[in-house]
Every structure is written in C-alpha cells, then in structure tokens.
C-alpha cells in the first residue's frame, strides 16, 4: 500500500512528532542528506474567497518554515550511489526541526527504489492516522456530550415555551 503525498504529510504534521524524527533518523543512516535550502521561516498571504462577489482577498500572512533537502542512497562501500531524491517540507509556524524531518522524509519516499524500512514507515503512518481518527472521535463525543437540544426545553402546556 502506498500514502499519497498530502496524506502522509498531514499525518506527520498532524501526528506524534516522534514518528517523524524515528522515520528521518532511519533514512539519515541510510541516505546522504544535502541541504538545498535550510530551514528557514517565509511569512505567505492568505487568500480567501469572499463569497458574495466571488472575489478573493488577504485576510493575513502566516508564518512557515520550508526546507529543502536532497538523499543520495549509499551502498554498501560507503561510496554514494547517484540515485538522489528532492524533498519539500512545509510547516505552519517556526518549527525548523519538524520542516527538515518533513523534507527528508518527502525525499525518502519520492526514491525510485524503495528504501529499506520502507514498507515499515507505511505501516507506522497509517497506524498513526488510525491514532489521530481516535482522539478526533474522543473530542466528537465531548463536544457531542454538551450539546443542548433546545426542543426538549417547550413544555406540553405552550408549545411556544411561553409560562401561562
């Protein structure tokens, strides 16, 4: 089985950022990193649609860190082979260390060739989203749990609710 892209991504921005660091650290002991661009912080407008003229607009900036990283796959002399792998990582907020572990990984899995551990990170990520899908149930049943049904407060006497 195979992670899109966007899927695997918002699972590791989502997620426990230790799977992100454990998945870069495994990759970083088997791949060469270079650095293309180091983690850095843009601030990027926000474009909004407004909806009653269909026009858009820039409701604000919002900070981001990027970096961009390519592997090149060592064999087993510790000479660099020249399959190489580009990455992109993204992350609201000033969070270098989570944009280079995103970078890396985005690299990782943009290989031709699968890398060993490959079939394991999937695994791992998907287990992570079934993770994630719980604690968002968890906050749907609190939130469901303080929920007023107003119906219930019209008494059979008024069904206006209005005291006689």
């Known amino acids: 089985m195979e992670l899109s892209r966007k899927r ?6 989502d997620g426990d950022p230790a ?3 454990r998945m870069c650290a495994e990759i970083e002991s088997l791949c060469k990193v270079n650095l293309i661009k180091g983690p850095h912080e ?3 407008m926000n474009k909004v649609r407004e909806s009653a003229k269909n026009s858009l607009f820039y409701l604000g900036e919002a900070l981001l860190t990027e970096c961009k990283v390519s592997l090149t796959v060592k064999d087993g002399n510790d000479d660099d082979t020249n399959e190489s792998g580009i990455g992109i990582g993204l992350i609201l907020g000033g969070e270098r260390d989570r944009a280079y572990e995103l970078a890396v990984i985005d690299a990782a899995f ?3 060739e699968a890398l060993p551990g490959h079939v394991e990170w ?3 990520l ?3 989203e079934k993770r994630l ?3 968002r149930e968890k906050d749907r049943e609190r939130l469901a749990a303080t929920r007023v049904d107003f119906s219930t407060m019209i008494t059979d006497e008024d069904p206006k ?3 006689k």
């Open 42 to 44: 843009v601030l990027v």
């Open 122 to 124: 999937i695994e791992t």
């Open 19 to 21: 799977v992100g660091q």
């Open 8 to 13: 695997r991504t918002r699972i590791l921005v």
């Open 133 to 135: 899908e719980d604690v």
């Open 126 to 128: 998907i287990n992570e």
């Open 110 to 112: 943009g290989l031709d």
């Open 161 to 163: 609710g209005v005291a």
